[in-house]
């Protein structure tokens, strides 16, 4: 996959109410120095739109990238292409696409983890991912 253009965005939609989501798109958009990859949060309207062609009980489930064509990747899929949009981060992509059933499996353990996990994690680190996320998509 070529790089895409300065102007292609790819919109990351994410659970906005999970704090391991919050955490995880949080460090996307730090790793993300071109700005490619804008998030919206599943509670946003324009989410329903942007991932309109998975099945509405699929949405929640996973976390999904749009890219600027409208194509839309969930999962493991989301995140092998994730990888190969950010810097430091296409030898990754290149693996996770070579083998997309370890890619999902490990997926399906973070999401299957994520309520446990959240509980890990301190309130001051939601209030920073919530910043930080705010700064790429306006919605702060």
């Known amino acids: ?22 955490v995880a798109t949080a460090a996307v958009v730090l790793v993300d120095r071109r700005a490619v ?18 099945p509405s009980v699929a949405r929640s489930r996973s976390m999904h990238l749009v890219a600027p064509d409208g194509r839309v990747f969930s999962a493991g899929a989301a995140c092998v292409q994730l990888c190969r949009l950010l810097p430091g981060f296409g030898g990754l992509g290149r693996l996770g696409g070579a083998a997309p059933d370890v890619a ?10 994520r309520v446990g996990l959240s509980g890990w994690l301190p309130t001051w680190l939601g209030r920073w991912a919530r910043s930080v996320i705010g700064m790429r998509d306006g919605a702060g």
């Open 1 to 22: 996959m070529t790089s895409p253009g300065p102007c292609a965005r790819w919109r990351l939609v994410y659970d906005d109410s999970c704090a391991v989501c919050q």
């Open 104 to 113: 999902e499996r490990v997926y399906a353990w973070a999401l299957g983890h």
């Open 37 to 54: 990859v804008v998030p919206c949060g599943l509670g946003r309207p324009e989410a329903n739109e942007l991932v309109a062609s998975v």
